[in-house]
């Protein structure tokens, strides 16, 4: 048997356009005289739809463009469909993989383990069902899941998250092939634990298994695609491409004997960061309609990071950097944007601020000159963010953001300033990771493209003469760590204090990213790639108590 | 047997100082000669602790202080309490209810019912359980549960959330009282349900009843009191105020006699949202340490309504209003804004953005005047936004936004511009609301508070010549009752076009909605008092498709 595999990218609730874009790989497909042709989980509505899942309405036409759409095509070419969708039974939602053959719906596999954490919330939107049947295809009996459904095996996982494991029915039915329709997004480390965990289930249950899931952005979460096929000893056969859409074979009969060439494991290293952040990128502006971006450039690594990934993702002929120097800026940053902006090949302008910051000097502090106090620094701050709006506004490019995670956790930024703009790219980012960012783009296109002063140089936001980030904060190489225990294994300051972190610095680190959460509340969507960004999976109170622990 | 009840208002996190409200509240309720003193849910962690749950650290502190400085207590003074509190065992976490009597925990009651719809993610956190235990409180058995515990009675609730009712096996055990720790905030139309629904459940299980209810505000939620005491007939015997802590007293004979005054049903009016409004706006600024609040009048009835809330709520003295005309603002907006300020008896300053909006045109229209575009609309407010911050910065007064729900759902608002700041108090108050508030206020104190030329005159942004809401709008009358299908009801489209709304207006309407959520993704806390507010409980998809159906 010869099945196909369509790891697409879909856009959420777009429902005609996704069916477009089904009913074109279903054809494919057929050309390639597949017998059956796989798409994602939820496919048509698109992962994840979030509260669309609340509208009876949405979920209404989804089905009846499966009815009148894809149903239809089965019956017409003979070959089936197996498409993740919604499903609704005795007024109950359900997240479902839907196995189409012969102009009917043939059989319904519903999801059991309904992930509550991290980005996840299917509890608010669907029920869990136990119902796990085998599926006859062709003269394979196959285990249909759905995502999460595999994600549960006690002798893999010390801890699991659920009391049940709905591979124990399935495959006390004798399954010779397990396929699971996925939407995993990315985060670093994922790669690795998905392939070990495939391989471990594939030998322990003596299966096939066919691994497909969505690619493509949707806000914060960058689904990475890399579909997997493993034989029945768990050896890997096959892995789609982490940052496009394709549509692959498998013939059954490789599943059952030993690999011809076994596929080396992924390379989850900083060049998949870059292309998994260009990939957000793209996508954030393609799917909300934009094509062009604009950006401040400072000189200083965060912004010449976030031009190049952008200038990447999007053609450099499509980005635009606005310099804006202050009566602070230093001549070597001015220089240093300047350099970038040509090694980039984008476009930019350069707007000084000094006119519109005496102005605002002038009409609130009562005629005298600058007091040099905080305010005045979020003034600077906000006046350059105000320009770029402007320029977004008027000319249709979305702002991106350029502060880093670092900066985001301790609240090292300002809102309605630096923290303004559509899209954040490096807010899931770690300094160290940016300074990383910056030599591997320069050593993979094999020349400076980030100017070597602009990584040497100490970090600062010259909002004042001669400030330094480490003026304020702990250096970044002791600050990330910290940040990473806080933040990623919910480590209390104690906790991390006796990991042989400086006391003092643990509690001053962990009061600014607790008072800081009022300025995240307001943050521009950020593209994810650590276990843990401050984007959706985050629900952290405002007004709070400070006490240590 | 008497009965201690405090209606707390605890902080968030803040252990150690909700701790010294117990301990003080349990003191006042040995005063009063109690034989039991009761907390409300998760009363020293405070309610909702959301992601402060995912720190072991955390948990382990809440529980040294029950074991260290509560417990004991009971001890020595013989009464025993009973408190909300986070429980873990065999490694999960539970939401519990402790009973703590003679120097240790006698019996612990786990929440069953994890809501994790709206506001709620209890799923994310905890754990079922299904134990249900009566205790024995001197003679009488009682049934101890947890907020949502009780709020799945299937004859009462045409379409139950969830498929158990865990008051079924409490009450197959003929407890004769059930005390309820909760944790429920407002939104109007809530109180009504509450006390109809207990009620009914006192009359079906011959029991008194004890409801106990958190006050005070968390972020966007307004825990409104109102704790409930009903004999076993349903007849309310008592009703705590909605607005400030309490310790009040039962006498448990009296829950099973008839009632010597029955308390008349709750006014959940315009008044009541006033009132948590203002109790939400207090205890904001309190709980992240402000004391002034700033905000631009415009002249206009957003602003106004806004004012007179937060001086009602922080003093006028503690209230600064800055009136910054634009070269497009009428004479009669600074007049009633002048006005508005003495009627109010709060501080004001003039500041115009006339030379600034010169500047900025100056530098980014190439040195010709004004182009009269949408982005120098939202330059002039943005203008007005960084003043704002700037004086929030300066001298520390929390910034108030003062856009409404109708305008924050269609997205008629500036991103940086009316919708900086720190706390959004009528953001889930519809426009048509907003007059009923302004008018109320009037009535209320018996004198012209909101000039009647603010509340008669066509609202209008005052962004260009002449302009008016309804310019871009369609009128807040059609426009309101649309926004409630949609949002609270989650009508789709057609279906709200069914019930009598003109076509092309109700999809005018929805596309602003949905491609606003940009917007809204950045908008500062917002007070919540509707069954559907933009805020904790909405998860909407911003890059998204915009089909109809």
Redesign the interface.
Known sequence: MRIALAQLNP????????LRKVKAYYQKGLEKKADLIVFTELALPGY?????L?????I??ERALITDELIPLTAQSGVPILIGANHRRD?RLYNAALFLESGKIKSIHLKTLLP??DVF?E??YYNSSTDGQIEMIGDLPVAITVCEDIWNDIAYFS?PLYDTNPLEKLFAQDPRLLINLSASPYHYGKHALREDMLAFLAQKHNTGIIYLNQVG???ELIFDGSSLVFNNRGELLYRAPADKEELFIVETANLFKPAVQIVPPDVDDIGTIKQVLELGTK??LS??GFKKAVLGLSGGIDSAVVAALAAEALGPENVLGIIMPSPYSSRHSREDALELVKNLGIKSRT?RID??FK??I???NNGKGPVM???EE??QA??R???L???S??EGHLALVTGNKSELAVGYST??GDM?G?LAIISDVRKMMVYELAQHINALYGKTIIPERVIEKAPSAELRPDQKDEDSLPPYKQLDPILELYLEK??????IIAEGHDEKTVRGVIKMVDTAE?KR?????GLRISPYSFG?G??????????H?
């Open positions: 856009t959420i609730g777009a429902l005609e356009q996704n994840p739809p979030r509260d669309l609340n509208y009876k309405g949405f209404d036409k007024n509550y954490f919330d509890t608010r801890e952005a949707n806000d996508d954030y799917k909300t707007i006119e519109p102005t605002f002038n009409l609130l106090d905080l305010a979020n003034l906000r006046l963010g105000l320009i709006m402007q320029i506004n008027r809102l309605y303004a559509g919910n480590y209390s300051p104690s906790e009022y509340r307001q943050a521009a969507v959706a985050r629900r952290a109170p405002v007004a709070r108590g400070f006490e622990y």
